[in-house]
């Protein structure tokens, strides 16, 4: 089935690949800005884009496209909010690949708005199986993010 | 073990469970209240906390406690949101069955602050198994609700 | 500014409008499938694109551009959860304006995955001022709700 | 009006604050444990209830009670994910002053099971006004939280 919803996805540029999000109601709190663990959920959104935009899916990894069932885990993830973005913003999210050891995958991830930047972050993602035990990261895998974050 | 925490699963009273709810930023958006959707977590934790009451645990039904592998499903959901609720409140969330037929129950549930009714709603809840497929209620479920839902 | 992203706002046509929503992580349950409340942000969304592609915005309503300070509140909503969306999906939301009287308007909303339908709702919504009390539609956002539900 | 539910807020011991957080469906993922993102939320309850324990309210800070109106705004985050929460349990969130500056204060974070850590946090906390500008901490809040952080 053709994508139905060809710019939902973002787009990978130099390297890094960038999604779009729009700021809604639920996005935001009390304080009239949008609420710091939403950005940590459009992270997420991120990340699943560009590992989507090269092939590799959630849904794939858990049915045991790879061998046994996968799952990515997050182990840990620094952030600096440096401005807010507001209701009815679109923001971009950057995910560019960092590091990729035998286990781990260190991802630097970015929101702006224009060329504002809102929020900086690096998170280290891992491959779990179904007992949560960390895997090393399948080839196929491995081999697809360095392609996607060599820039041109 | 025993509960540590013995306020957090609110009170069996008359036929119905109350459960205490603290308003956080999470559950509050830019026009200074708390979001809509925010009071469908909160009747879902109210109706969480009513079965964990009566013995009923989601973990246990997903590891089959009742024969096969069981979990509950929203099927249909009518609400009214009458007053909004703000950042620090403690509101309180009534649940009380309503109807127990072969394959469903309906909860009659309620969200207040002090005496003040700031939702209603009347919700219907499946069990289903694995494939997703509705499934009688196991009769040691349906006495439970029933005992637990007349009014001493 | 030109809209960085043509495809985030989703589309009228007619009579109603139609946004297409990716099922993330933060967006599923331990269930396996999306939680329940999970689908009332994404009838927000719809009802929230809707209004922006009509040229009414949330921002702009909250700074006064019809007067005093406004802002959307869901006042009911009956949900029927028909069919679960599972994570990688991509969903549409339908967004149709049904009724509209002087302080409410009634929009018929469904989610869809391809043809099937997995979640139906009627949604009423009213504008209210800083103190929480209903006003009637200003003449230019009825008047644009009605030429936009009208079918071409 | 006395505290209608006393085990809500959690206790101030040994200069830390302890938080019980029931784990719900809302909190989870199809991955079958907690979604990460979900912990930001928690470490958010832990330190409000933290400052309510201590007497700081984000209702009276955005009335103005220490002057301007203002909110409390996470700045940089540090988190470790060392272990999955789960369905049912009830996890604790721990949160201790550790440094307190002019215009931020930073707090060791912590959310265990029992005795398993399964999370540790270190958060950089400001105070804002209206207009997003930081502001020295009010003296009344610092010798409050210093006091609160003084192991008896």
Redesign the interface.
């Known amino acids: 089935?053709p994508?139905?919803?060809?710019?939902?996805?973002g787009r990978l540029e130099g390297g890094a690949h960038f999604l779009?999000v729009?700021i809604?109601?639920?996005d935001?709190?009390?304080?009239?800005?949008v609420?710091?663990?939403s950005y940590?959920?459009f992270l997420?959104?991120g990340r699943?884009?560009f590992l989507?935009s090269v092939g590799i899916?959630?849904?794939g990894l858990?049915r045991g496209a790879h061998g046994e069932r996968l799952?990515f885990?997050?182990?840990?993830?620094?952030?600096?909010?440096l401005?807010?973005a507001?209701?009815?913003d679109?923001v971009?999210v950057e995910t560019r690949p960092k590091a990729l050891t035998g286990a781990r995958c260190i991802l630097a991830q970015a929101i702006r708005r224009?060329r504002e930047v809102l929020v900086t972050a690096e998170v280290t993602v891992a491959l779990i199986n179904d007992a949560?035990r960390a895997r090393r990261w399948p080839d196929a895998i491995r081999q697809t993010i360095l392609r996607a974050s060599a820039p041109a």
């Open positions: 089935m994508d139905p919803s060809p710019g939902l996805g779009p729009r809604y109601f639920e935001t709190d009390f304080s009239g800005v609420y710091h663990g940590v959920r997420e959104r699943t884009e989507r899916g959630h849904d858990a799952a885990a997050v182990r840990r993830m620094g952030i600096e909010f401005k807010p507001r209701i009815d679109i971009e224009g949560g």
